[in-house]
């Protein structure tokens, strides 16, 4: 199974501070995906990342959101601003083949707000 | 209707019986249906892909009903290891590759 990697594994941070998130998805592709899991809640989509730029977006994903393919290989989500309720965990995804294809999710960042 | 509706469950049964989750979706024009299972805060890793009436592989069989816009998942000859969520997942109809969760079926085999 092709693999996804993310770091850190988990992160503790106070209110109001900035984070971000790391993930390097399949190499070659061109889309990827972030979701989000609140403890108990199912798999929420955040936002979709095609050819660098945000192809689609959900409601969670305010200004307080931000996504940037800074090299080649690396996708970051950042939150400028953290709040209690972004307490969760972070999936970054790559598509196996075409977009509508099966999707590989890399093992998650625990985000834990204080 | 929801846009995926799961049973949460949770399924309890023994080792060596057969089990089954339904799951239902609201997008008609929906025409790839995944299951994804799930351990205890790990990645939701993918079990089997539906693109057309069914799917089988070794004790796992997924079954696709268009017309009720209805999917299932059949697990045959449970195993202590299948003990997971099991999450029926359909793309979205906006074309981005958007997943769309259902809430998970709990299922515990016991010894």
């Known amino acids: 199974e092709p693999e996804v990697t993310q770091t850190p594994s988990h992160q503790v941070t106070q209110m109001g501070q900035e984070v971000i998130l790391r993930c390097v998805p399949i190499?070659?592709?061109?889309?990827f995906y972030w979701y989000r899991q609140i403890l108990g809640q199912k798999v929420e989509f955040l936002v979709s990342?095609?050819?660098?730029?945000?192809?689609?977006k959900s409601e969670i994903f305010d200004d307080q959101f931000s996504v940037e393919r800074p090299d080649g290989s690396n996708f970051t989500l950042k939150i400028r601003s953290t709040k209690l309720e972004d307490s969760a965990m972070y999936f970054c995804a790559s598509p196996g083949g075409f977009v509508t294809d099966t999707q590989y999710f890399g093992p998650g960042t625990r985000l834990t707000v204080l | 209707r929801k846009e995926v509706e799961q049973d949460p469950g949770p399924f309890n049964v023994p080792e060596g019986a057969t089990v089954a989750f339904n799951c239902t979706y609201s997008?008609?024009?929906?025409?790839?249906f995944f299951w994804y299972r799930q351990d205890c805060r790990k990645e939701p890793k993918l079990l089997m892909s539906v693109y057309s009436s069914g799917n089988e592989d070794g004790r796992f069989t997924a079954q696709l009903n268009r017309a009720s816009q209805y999917i299932s998942l059949l697990i045959r000859d449970s195993k202590l290891s299948d003990s997971a969520t099991y999450l029926c997942v359909v793309p979205s109809s906006s074309n981005t590759g958007k997943l769309i969760f259902g809430q998970g079926t709990t299922l515990q085999v016991k010894p």
């Open positions: 997008n008609s024009a929906s025409q790839s």
């Open positions: 990342f095609y050819n660098n730029e945000i192809s689609e």
């Open positions: 190499s070659n592709h061109l889309y």
